[in-house]
C-alpha cells in the first residue's frame, strides 16, 4: 500500500539552526500538510500546500517556517532559527481529494532542539 | 465550546473485551469521518474512514456515525494487546483545500493481556 515517508526519522540541532525536514507524499495526492506533536499533546495543523502555493496556514506557522515543493516528489518543511519549544514530532500528510477524501500521515520526524 | 470532543482516557480493559470509542462534534457541516491508531512515537494510521451517517465495518472494528446526534463510535471487538495505543477521531466538511480536518485529542487505550 502506498504510503507517506519523512526523512530523517529523527532530528537533533542546536537552538538557532535551521533544519529541513523532507517528505514524499502519496504519488497520486494533490494535498499535502504539515503537523505538529508536542510529546504528549494532541496533534496540530501548521499549514496545507495545494497547486504550489499555500492554502491555510494556522498561528503556530510563523516567519520562522516555510515549505516547498522542490520537484515533483518532495515536499519539505523548513524551520529557521530553531528554538527549544520547536522540539516536537513533525508529521507530513498528504490526501488525494483534499478535506473529502482521507488524510494519511508518515511516521514523522522526531526534532530535538538543544 | 470545542469543534471536536474526546474523552482522554485512559482507557484499561482486558483482552477479548468489546471497546467503544467516541467522539462528539459542534458543526453540522461535517461530512467526512476518520478514526486513526497512533502507536507511540508513531505518525496516526488510518483505521476507518465514512462518509455521511451508518456504520462500517473492517474486520474487527465497526465506526458507527449518528449525525443527528453528532456522534461518531470506533468498536473494537476481541480486543488484543496489540491494539494498545491512542485512538484519534478527525473529521471534515469536504470543501476548500485549507485546514478543514479537524482531530480530537485522542483516547489512551490499553488492552491487558
Known amino acids: 500500500e502506498p504510503e507517506v515517508t519523512q526523512t530523517p526519522s529523527h532530528q537533533v540541532t542546536q537552538m538557532g539552526q535551521e533544519v529541513i525536514l523532507r517528505c514524499v507524499p502519496i504519488?497520486?495526492?494533490?494535498?499535502f500538510y504539515w503537523y505538529r506533536q508536542i510529546l504528549g499533546q494532541k496533534v496540530e495543523f501548521l499549514v496545507s500546500f495545494y497547486n504550489n502555493e499555500i492554502s491555510e496556514k494556522s498561528e503556530i506557522f510563523d516567519d520562522q517556517f516555510s515549505v516547498e515543493r522542490p520537484d515533483g516528489s518532495n515536499f519539505t518543511l523548513k524551520i529557521r532559527s530553531t528554538k527549544l519549544e520547536d522540539s516536537a514530532m513533525y508529521f507530513c500528510?498528504?490526501?488525494?481529494?483534499?478535506?473529502?477524501?482521507?488524510?494519511?500521515f508518515g511516521n514523522g520526524t522526531r526534532l530535538t532542539v538543544t | 465550546q470545542k469543534e471536536v470532543e474526546q474523552d482522554p482516557g485512559p482507557l484499561s480493559v482486558p483482552e477479548g473485551a468489546i471497546v467503544s470509542l467516541n467522539c462528539t462534534y459542534s458543526?453540522?457541516?461535517?461530512?467526512?469521518f476518520m478514526w486513526y491508531r497512533q502507536y507511540s512515537r508513531k505518525g496516526p494510521e488510518l483505521l476507518m474512514y465514512?462518509?455521511?451517517?451508518g456504520n462500517k465495518e473492517d474486520g474487527r472494528f465497526t465506526a458507527q456515525v449518528d449525525k443527528s446526534s453528532k456522534y461518531i463510535s470506533l468498536f473494537i471487538r476481541d480486543s488484543q494487546p496489540s491494539d494498545s495505543a491512542t485512538y484519534l477521531c478527525?473529521?471534515?466538511?469536504?470543501?476548500?483545500?485549507?485546514?478543514?480536518?479537524?482531530f480530537g485529542t485522542g483516547t489512551s487505550l490499553t488492552v491487558i493481556p
Open positions: 458543526n453540522s457541516a461535517f461530512q467526512y
Open positions: 500528510a498528504s490526501s488525494e481529494l483534499g478535506t473529502s477524501s482521507p488524510l494519511h
Open positions: 504519488s497520486n495526492h494533490l494535498y
Open positions: 478527525a473529521m471534515s466538511v469536504g470543501s476548500g483545500t485549507g485546514n478543514q480536518f479537524y
Open positions: 465514512t462518509y455521511s451517517s
